[in-house]
């Protein structure tokens, strides 16, 4: 028997981000509830990160944790925070305090070093696209892992496509289209007929209520243009 010792590795995960600008506790339980009547599949124990940057004052982080524990959440830490005090009591609740893509950029850049000339890297090596033959049924989830995915056929309510890179389904979506899913911000989603539930590349989603009425049941192609998801009409 082969033993492998214990590894810590650094990996990329979709996190949704809860943006407050009161820390009102019924305003922020009305929201998450909304959210979850919408997708509850996607949200069950879903992680959760609090953007205060925002806020003018220190909220009541035990309060804000068992509120968002309520609505079926994990939350499991903040962004954005200003002060060291902010962070010291979001830490004093076990609340990991997680610096942004956004605030690591603002940091200052340490003085470049002495260029040195590296071999050229080999082309990594293509990994085919993962084709599923058929409908996806409800409460069914397909993942394509490190690849695109295509399905051809129909994704049914309740059902769960998800791919690192671009989803491809030659039918209706009416379920969740995750694309994306390991942070890469090229991939892009098409499909036959528009009815999804939820929208989804590299953490920026998009719920039923928030699609474009003109598009609906239309032969769409969905990308990320300056944080937002873009949704254009194949012609």
């Known amino acids: 028997m082969v033993e492998r ?9 979709t996190i949704s981000v809860l943006h407050i600008s009161d820390g009102e506790p019924e305003r922020i339980r009305q929201l998450l509830a909304e959210k979850v009547a919408q997708a509850p599949y996607f949200f069950n124990c879903a992680p959760l990160v609090i953007n205060v ?3 003018e004052h220190i909220p009541d982080f035990e309060q804000l944790k068992e509120l968002v524990e309520s609505e079926e959440f994990v939350l499991v830490g903040i962004t954005g925070a200003r002060s060291e005090e902010m ?15 956004k605030s690591r950029k603002s940091e200052p850049e340490p003085a470049p070093a002495a260029p040195v000339v590296a071999p050229e890297p080999e082309p990594a090596p293509l990994i085919p696209s993962k084709v599923h033959v058929g409908p996806v049924r409800s409460g069914q989830q397909i993942y394509a ?38 942070g890469n911000t090229q991939a892009r989603i ?11 590349i590299a953490g920026t989603f998009q719920l039923s209520d928030a699609l474009p009425a ?16 873009r949704i254009d009409r194949i012609k």
């Open 87 to 101: 962070k010291t009591a979001a830490k004093a609740v076990g609340l990991a305090v997680i610096a942004s893509g």
């Open 53 to 55: 940057s925002r806020l």
């Open 214 to 229: 003109g598009l609906i049941q239309q032969p769409v192609h969905v990308r990320l243009d300056n944080e937002q998801l």
């Open 5 to 13: 010792d214990n590894e810590l590795k650094g990996t990329t995960f």
């Open 190 to 200: 098409y499909c036959q007929q528009l009815q999804a539930e939820l929208l989804s």
């Open 145 to 182: 892992a490190g690849t695109s995915l295509v399905v051809l056929g129909s994704v049914s309510p309740g059902a769960e496509v998800l791919a690192d890179d671009s989803i491809h389904i030659y039918g209706t979506l009416r379920g969740r289209a995750i694309a994306g899913a390991r």
